[in-house]
């Protein structure tokens, strides 16, 4: 796309920019109300997608013709110099997964010998060939009939039964349902026939041999080896019982998780079980449909996350002339309000907003942010019963230590407390409550002494900077404070050099932030949190919205660039392309507010 016109952070500049990336962001939406699920994962992604969609003889999958040319060159556009393939985009490739790959692109009828399929033969071999391959690589190359050459023993699902899922992250418990699944499938399946396809591949026979052979050694648990001498020689009789209390345990697991790589997963594991929790399926089977490409040579989603995504849509369009737009969204969103019996012991709520429509609760950072949308729009007293019963809920899901929680694992996260603090003093709560002072001192507390605060729905340690100074804002903590004058030092300390800031995703899971090249949603929190923090016009801010204004593209959006939320299974890491012209809209909107007041 061509590059807009103007260029610099002039407020002339900027409204021009404001205008279209509304006219972009409106142009964008159904006629339901909500806008399109844009987002990507990786390329494993859309491997795992097009490997399980293919076992469960899903109609249309990408492997067959005429979609499996044009998939393929898809999914090759995205591979490093290396010859292997990252797992996020501009991510460094991840030899694990490069020999399903491997496998899925020749099974979409790309040659061995074509340069970029050489390549990555020449990759898998750097990183020890087939013989490093896990389990479950070895059971997706034997259901696809790629590994008849050899005698293939799956991993025991015994393995899984002593698993407590809630005491691992959020990826982990998933990926733990992703192997638990094919385990207990290839355990059911036995040597059931591959899917009808021409001749699979004998990757045996066609990838090169490792170019650094190693030693052949594991280091089990005496756990595991137990586990693995009672698979061998225990009887179908006394396994049977095991392995389906794994499978009912893995299910319920599952149910928890409505993303892609589970629900294709668990799907394959009740299907071997011969529908042995039907209405499960239906669910896993419905998540699969929604998230699977339209086109099946496109990109598969990784989660759903269009209620989170209309909220900002809306905030973002508040103000600007989008009456219609807006009229809709509010539509949508006040019909996605629900209630559940029991909110979940993580803090999860009773009443509110899930992230998307494939949730079946609600949590605090989506309430927060549809409540900050409706009072945004003038829309709340419309939807005053959905509110009244939303800010009780937010209120009993306050944590002991004065924050709320991401809903995952129960912990209180700086960046949906700040999320929260906005949207109850939108409400009409005051600012020097109880409630709100109790948040603003669980803020100030869990800055870090560098001066950031980590958070749980964005990338990661500039979104949760971002919001937590937008809560102590709204709590009306002075922007003299110590907290607040150290976290702006740190924004502008890490800005790049081309006046946007960027982080690396890998960011997320590390104790330190980690810098990249700079990118819109980025470069939008950082100015957001610059501006709630009181520093509206600085060289940096400027430099900021210049950055801004000048990459905006002519139709109104901005290229993501990067990775900016945490992702699910096998795909960590996720891009918003929506988020993309949301964020800097709202950074953009909330500079021009701030000039006109002063």
Not at 191 to 197: N, T
């Amino acid at each position: 796309m061509s590059a807009a016109p103007s260029t610099g952070d002039s407020e002339q500049a900027l409204q021009q920019a404001s205008a279209r990336a509304g006219s972009y962001l409106a142009s964008l939406q159904s006629d339901e109300g909500l806008w399109p699920n844009l987002l990507t994962g990786g390329p494993y992604l859309d491997v795992l997608y097009a490997l399980g969609a293919w076992f469960l003889g899903r109609k249309d999958h990408p492997l067959q013709p005429p979609h499996g040319e044009a998939w393929a060159r898809r999914i090759l556009s995205s591979q490093n110099a290396d010859g292997g393939f990252p797992l996020w985009r501009g991510g460094l490739s991840d030899p694990r997964y490069g020999i399903e790959t491997y496998l899925a692109l020749r099974l979409a009828g790309l040659s061995a010998s074509e340069p970029g399929m050489r390549a990555l033969a020449r990759n898998i071999a750097e990183a020890g060939g087939l013989e490093r391959a896990g389990e479950i690589t070895w059971t997706r190359l034997f259901w696809a009939g790629a590994a008849n050459g050899r005698r293939h023993e799956a991993g025991a699902p015994e393995h899984y039964f002593f698993i407590e899922y809630g005491n691992w992250p959020a990826i982990t418990r998933q990926e733990l349902v992703c192997l638990a699944s094919l385990s207990i499938a290839a355990y059911l399946r036995g040597a059931q026939e591959p899917p009808s396809a021409a001749a699979a591949p004998q990757l045996e026979e066609e990838l090169p041999p490792a170019q650094k052979p190693q030693a052949s050694f594991e280091l089990r648990s005496v756990t595991a080896r137990l586990i693995g001498q009672w698979a061998r020689m225990a009887p179908r009789l006394l396994r049977d019982p095991i392995v389906f209390r794994t499978y009912d345990a893995m299910v319920a697991e599952a149910l928890r998780w409505p993303v892609l790589p589970v629900a294709l997963h668990a799907a394959l594991a009740v299907r071997a079980a011969g529908g042995r929790g039907s209405e499960a399926l239906e669910q896993f089977e419905r998540v699969v449909s929604m998230l699977g490409p339209e086109n099946p040579a496109g990109p598969a989603r990784p989660c759903d996350c269009g209620i989170r995504a209309a909220a900002l849509a809306a905030l973002a369009l508040a103000g600007l002339d989008a009456d219609d737009s807006l009229k809709t969204a509010v539509k949508a969103l006040g019909e996605r309000f629900r209630t559940v019996a029991r909110a979940n012991g993580n803090g999860g709520l009773r009443a509110g907003w899930a992230p998307g429509d494939l949730h079946s609760e609600p949590d605090a950072e989506t309430t927060a942010l549809v409540l900050l949308a409706l009072f945004r729009t003038g829309a709340a007293a419309a939807h005053e019963s959905a509110v009244h019963a939303a800010l009780e809920s937010l209120a009993a899901a306050q944590g002991k230590d004065g924050g709320w929680s991401d809903g995952l694992n129960g912990a209180s996260a700086p960046d949906v407390t700040g999320a929260v603090v906005e949207a109850l003093v939108a409400s009409g709560q005051s600012p020097s409550s109880e409630r709100i002072r109790r948040a603003a001192q669980f803020l100030e507390q869990s800055q870090h002494a560098e001066a950031w605060w980590q958070g749980s729905r964005g990338i990661c340690r500039l979104y949760g900077t971002a919001m937590a100074l937008r809560g102590l804002r709204a709590a009306g903590v002075d922007e003299r404070e110590a907290s607040v004058l150290r976290a702006g030092e740190w924004l502008r300390s890490i800005q790049n050099a081309d006046g946007g800031w960027g982080e690396d995703p890998a960011s997320h899971g590390s104790g330190e932030f980690r810098p990249a090249a700079s990118a819109p949603a980025h470069t939008a929190w950082a100015l957001l949190g610059l501006i709630a923090g009181g520093d509206d016009s600085s060289e940096s801010v400027r430099r900021g919205f210049a950055w801004l204004a000048q990459r905006q593209s002519a139709d109104g959006s901005w290229d993501p660039a990067a990775p900016s939320m945490p992702g699910v299974a096998y795909a960590p890491y996720v891009t918003d392309p929506l988020g993309s012209v949301v964020w800097p809209l709202l950074a953009i909107r909330e500079r021009l507010g701030s000039a006109a007041s002063s």
